[in-house]
């Protein structure tokens, strides 16, 4: 996830919390130069982690872009590069990006074309199902059906719906009908039973993708493997993630926004809504990481996070 779950992010998190089997990169939008910055290479060296339990992902509408960051990506040793067509933010789908490459299913075959054409490694794509209308998905469908995607990831909400509402279930059903390649359900899976329920939903399911539900409960994949919520591991986690932004980064200008926006979904866990409140009132770190730290440790947490609670007002629109 876009400014969330960088390197630091998912170091820290594998070591706190064992069980996922593959972390997703935050996508790397290549600009026009096609040289990776200092800051890009720093993270998308895979680390401690190994290619193999990484995926990175490339957000551009033009294929020469494309070739060329996942030819860099195969030199760096990854082996499956994933294309971004589901950020839904403004500025990215004006361009016609992301979830802006769902707008015309003719240009989408046109710029696939090129790009399974020359790709250097096997390409995967996480997609939205549509721009305005979930029915825009009958149209996209035999487009993607059309390539020899090695795995695709559904997120079935259209641009429009952001992240608000429930999901298109129906739309996923309707992919695990018509295509041939390995689906990945991505969406509101924000506990164990929810995960397990999509499972025995989809039979042929290659896998469940999980996003704000991980950022809400750091432990939700190791639950879901059969381990429990261990408030230590919830403790090490915080604080050795602090300590990595730290070495690097200004505490009240880089660090603070950073944990507000891991705390927007990490409150969630809290039984009382106010702390949230008092948190992202904080104007220094400072102040902030006392406040949060004795949350970790005193507050009861609840068995599972509240999403109800979630401002969309709050989500920052990456994706
Ligand atoms: C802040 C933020 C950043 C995101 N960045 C990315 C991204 O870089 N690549 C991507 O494929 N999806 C990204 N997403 C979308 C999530 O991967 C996921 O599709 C979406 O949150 C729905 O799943 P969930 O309900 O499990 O969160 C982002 C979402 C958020 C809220």
Known sequence: ME??????????????????????????????????????????????????????????????DFLWAASALAELGYGQV????????????????GAGLLRD?????????????????????KTRIGLED?????????VLAR????????????????????VHFDAFRRA??????????????????AVQRVESACSGLAGAVIGRGLLADPALITRCKGGVRDREALIAFHEELAARYLASMHP???????????????????????????????????EFHPLALGLLRESELLPEADFSRLSQADVVIKN
């Open 134 to 142: 979930p029915a825009e998905w009958e149209d996209i469908l035999p």
């Open 82 to 97: 994933d294309l971004n067509l589901g950020c839904p933010s403004g500025t990215v789908v004006g361009k016609g990006k």
């Open 252 to 286: 009240d200008g880089a660090v603070l926004p950073k944990f507000k926006e891991l705390w927007m979904y990490l409150s969630l866990l809290l039984p009382e809504e106010k702390a949230w409140k008092r948190l992202r009132k904080c104007a220094r770190w400072a």
């Open 105 to 125: 299913p003719g240009a989408l075959d046109r710029f696939l074309e090129a790009v399974f054409r020359d790709a250097p490694l096997p390409v995967s794509v």
């Open 3 to 64: 400014g969330i779950t960088g390197r630091d992010f998912r170091e820290v998190h594998a070591a706190c919390f064992p069980g996922a089997d593959r972390y997703r990169l935050p996508f790397l939008s290549p600009a026009g130069a096609h040289q990776l910055t200092p800051r890009q290479r720093r993270e998308l060296d895979p680390g401690p982690l190994g290619c193999g339990r990484l995926l990175p992902q490339v957000l551009t509408k033009d294929p020469a």
């Open 176 to 193: 695990a009908e018509i295509l041939p390649f390995p689906l990945r359900y991505n969406g509101n899976l924000f506990t164990p039973s």
């Open 147 to 166: 390539y020899p995607i090695r795995e695709l990831t559904v997120h079935p909400r259209t641009r429009r719906e952001l992240y608000k509402g429930g």
